[in-house]
């Protein structure tokens, strides 16, 4: 469902994607699968995070990460990927870590939801516990 974003708040995300280096869900998933070391962080709301999530994400929502950041993330060259459900409310909170001093922040710039189409969470009973992994939906589109 597209959204029907105001001029002026399309203006502060533009002005803060201009100063923010962006990934896709894909460069995130590779990443991931290299073993690369990140933080993932959510800045979607509670109800939205509660309904679903990449795993491994942390949630710190847009308005509270200002606040929490430190706590969680005291030395400020971690590298930090944050996302959303469209990328600007990521780049806008990405653009205030920025601001604040950390100098290694991604805004994953999604085309769509992470959690639909092309990409699936597999949830499996390990002897560890629950094993979430984001998978790429190889489906073909017709």
């Known amino acids: 469902m597209a959204k029907n974003h105001s001029p002026r ?52 929502g847009k308005g509270i990460i200002e606040r929490d950041i430190e706590q969680l993330v005291p030395d400020p060259s971690t590298l930090l990927i944050l996302y959303c459900g469209g990328g600007f409310r990521s780049a806008l909170a990405a653009d205030n870590l920025q601001t604040m001093g950390y100098n290694n922040v991604i805004s994953m710039d999604v085309a769509c939801s992470p959690f639909s189409d092309p990409f699936v969470m597999r949830v499996e009973q390990t002897d560890d516990g629950l094993k979430e992994t984001l998978m790429t939906n190889r489906r073909r589109r017709k």
Request: one cysteine or more; hydrophobic letters at 35%.
């Open 9 to 60: 708040f399309l203006d502060i995300v533009n002005s803060a994607k201009s100063r923010v280096p962006e990934c896709t869900v894909h460069d995130v998933k590779s990443r991931s699968d290299k073993g690369e070391d990140f933080i993932l962080i959510d800045v979607r709301e509670d109800h939205e995070f509660s309904k679903g999530r990449i795993p491994g994400a942390v949630h710190l």
